[in-house]
């Protein structure tokens, strides 16, 4: 192998003294630093969780498994999960699903699938059937964003034959296991409970309870009558606050000045109805009666002689005295009118309070006359949208800002810093590594180096010793296969010279050695 890395070296023109240079030792030294820092830096493996925290599966009967396939993995100390290598994880999954090991959920309707006990009575049946109706609502609610785990409770009142009955009414029970730092809003509530009442027949939404792993109930937020909630009072100020902002940036720069927004809101559910008569009454239906009657009135003093018969003559005097005539016109009048039927929103903007504080320690205000002032106040009431008639009120004054106190962060030194601490901990490593090359590696290398020389110095002269014993009894040019032909000109003899210098260095003196004595025994002969 050394031959060979030595003929590799002499044909690109590089000598093993090259190597013994103290910058080329360094710069191999930095390649292989490099190299293994690289290696290191690769080597590093991510370790992800086998399963989800809601798949609870037997960490004894996993680990066993890895350790028969041999997967490395680790057990994280903070929840038990199995940790597995990213790049082993599709590889133990396959081995453990070979081995039927699989995340323990909350059984579903599968549970129906199963075969029927001879002799289950129908009450088994009904509890089979909660059951799964339990896991099926459990595994739809945990497929929600933010939902790590879910648990229903269903109490389901069986239907009563009697037409008056006093057993309560179906309820259900949900609890919800939610990432960290992660809250459902009072929508997605409200979703929850209306899908576990959809998905029992008889359950109302207002007998579903739904609870978060720290006990806080969560269906009271999500009442018809919300109550004050932060996000809906930012949701109403911030753009608000945002037109502010962008009319006080331009008119005294930014930070010399002070909002804020406070809405009032009403959460009151109102209805109200409105009817309006409009124009001149017209006639919708007239009635006339007309009551002509001669019939004699009965007169005189009550009593019995009032009713006897008169004469002829006193009857027709009376009869003409006492006819009646009765007229009666009833008319019925209609106005244009328009009714309006109005329901107000729950969460309606009562009123509106504005705060906003000019700082004088800047003199673009403090240099603000009186009619400046109430031009950008005007400017302001209209970037916010303020009604008078509903009581808004924006309210803006100079103040004297008190500057906050500087706060002194402790400075670190400079090799206490992190940057510079990861660096001079890998230039520590590289530096070691250069010192074994140097102390370890370089006086190994020349060692071996040497030896080798010595070795073929001392074979090249025992080779050149035989060569010279045996010029007497047989000619150079002879033994010799590679060497150029006797009768070849002076070119070829310097070209071979060339190429024998280039290759084989200590052989040169040698050849011309041996052809200078074959020039000469000719001469002698003759």
């Known amino acids: 192998m050394f031959d060979s890395l030595k003929s590799w070296l002499i044909q690109r023109n590089l000598t093993v003294e090259l190597l013994k240079k103290p910058w080329v030792l360094t710069l191999a030294g930095g390649l292989l630093t490099l190299l293994i820092v690289a290696t290191l830096w690769r080597g590093q493996v991510d370790y992800v969780p086998l399963y989800g925290a809601h798949q609870h599966v037997s960490t004894e009967a996993v680990t066993s498994a890895l350790a028969s396939e041999k997967i490395a993995f680790r057990i994280n100390p903070d929840n038990g999960q199995v940790l597995v ?16 090991i699989q995340p323990i959920i909350a059984p579903g309707f599968e549970l129906l699938d199963k075969d029927e006990v001879l002799g289950a009575s129908q009450y088994i049946q009904n509890i089979r059937y909660q059951r799964g109706l339990e896991g099926e609502l459990a595994r739809s609610i945990m497929s929600l964003q933010g939902v790590e785990d879910a648990r229903v409770h269903l109490g389901i009142q069986a239907d009563s034959g009697f037409v008056l009955s006093n057993q309560p009414a179906s309820s259900a029970s949900v609890i919800i296991t939610l990432t960290p730092g992660m809250r459902l809003t009072p929508q997605q509530v409200r979703a929850v409970t209306q899908l576990v009442a959809g998905s029992v027949p008889g359950l109302i939404a207002a007998n579903v309870h ?16 919300p109550a004050m909630d932060a996000d809906l009072l930012r949701n109403l100020s911030q753009p608000i606050t ?8 331009s008119a005294v720069g930014q930070k010399n000045y002070r909002v804020t927004v406070m809405p009032d809101i009403d959460f009151r559910h109102t209805e109200e109805t409105q009817e309006s008569y409009q124009g001149d009454p017209k006639v919708l239906e007239e009635q006339l009666s ?3 009657s001669g019939q004699t009135e009965a007169s005189g003093v009550p009593g019995t002689l009032s009713n006897r018969p008169t004469t002829a003559t006193a009857s027709t005097t009376e009869g003409q005295n006492s006819q009646r005539n009765v007229s009666q016109t ?11 039927h109005i329901n107000y929103p729950a969460q309606q903007l009562a009123r509106l309070q504005i705060a906003v504080a000019l700082n004088t320690g800047t003199d673009i205000v403090a240099k603000m006359s009186d009619s400046q002032l109430t031009q950008l ?52 490593v590289g530096v070691l590594l250069v010192l074994l090359i140097l102390v370890v590696l370089r006086p190994g290398i020349k060692a071996l180096i040497g030896k ?21 009894e047989k000619h150079q040019f002879e033994t010799e296969s590679d060497l150029p032909p006797r009768t070849s000109g002076i070119e070829d003899k310097v070209s071979y010279l060339q190429q024998l210098a280039a290759n084989e260095t200590d052989r040169v003196a040698d050849v011309i050695k041996q052809w200078i004595n074959s020039n000469d025994r000719p001469r002698d002969n003759v």
């Not at 290598?85 to 039927?100: E, F, G, H, I, Y």
């Not at 945002?242 to 940036?249: E, H, K, W």
């Not at 008319?331 to 309006?340: E, L, N, P, S, T």
């Open 242 to 249: 945002q037109n502010l902002v962008q009319i006080l940036d």
């Open 85 to 100: 290598a990213d790049n082993s994880l599709p590889r133990a999954r396959m081995a453990l699903a070979a081995k039927n």
């Open 290 to 292: 007309n009551d002509t």
């Open 452 to 472: 080798r020389v010595t070795t073929a110095s001392e074979e090249q002269t025992l080779a050149t010793e035989q060569r010279s014993t045996s010029v007497g």
């Open 330 to 340: 009833q008319r019925k009048y209609a106005y244009d009118h328009q009714i309006k």
């Open 377 to 428: 106040k005007s400017l302001l009431e209209n970037a916010a949208g303020i009604d008078s008639q509903r009581g808004d009120k924006l309210t803006l004054d100079k103040l004297a800002f008190v500057a906050p106190p500087s706060v002194s962060l402790p400075t670190l030194s400079w090799w206490q810093q992190p940057d510079i601490q990861f660096w001079a901990t890998w230039g520590g």
């Open 210 to 225: 739904i609870v978060d792993q720290t006990g806080a109930l969560l269906d009271a937020a999500a009442d018809d009558t």
